[in-house]
């Protein structure tokens, strides 16, 4: 997929799906006698488990490939500062998303909502990203 659509374009499409996915979690409205764990017939938990599932699975898309879009993009002057930045912000990120699933004590639905609305903001701003996809790697910064 990053060899055919390109890199950027890749990584902007999987944000963008995958944190409308996460999104349209809490779109998807859930019967008061679905959250026993008994009950059956509760479809609307499969569609929600579906769309939290497509959202992950965009995600990891996004994850493996950032790391290819980065080290293309930063020259080679700046690459192994850039990717070190670059590697610190993920952890950052990873850190973070256990503490954003205990949101969910204010709100059921609002860790889905910072997780989709984050994504949606990352996808957006990477579509002003140039694209590395057979390009030639910069030296220096000019």
Not at 55 to 72: C, D, L, N, R, Y
């Amino acid at each position: 997929m990053f060899n055919r659509l390109g890199r950027a374009r890749t990584n902007s499409v999987t944000l963008l799906v995958g944190g409308a996915a996460c999104l349209a979690v809490n779109l998807v409205p859930v019967p008061a006698h679905c959250l026993d764990t008994a009950s059956e017939g509760c479809h609307s938990l499969v569609v929600r488990n579906a769309l939290a599932f497509a959202g992950k699975f965009m995600m990891a898309i996004t994850f493996s490939g950032v790391f290819i879009f980065a080290s293309e993009a930063y020259p080679t002057s700046l690459r192994s500062r850039g990717m070190g930045l670059s590697s610190l912000s993920a952890r950052v990120g990873g850190v973070s998303a256990p503490l954003v699933v205990l949101l969910s004590e204010v709100a059921p639905g609002l860790p889905m909502w910072v997780f989709g609305l984050v994504a949606v903001a990352a996808g957006l701003c990477s579509l002003a990203l140039p694209e590395t996809l057979n390009q030639s790697l910069a030296d220096r910064v000019e």
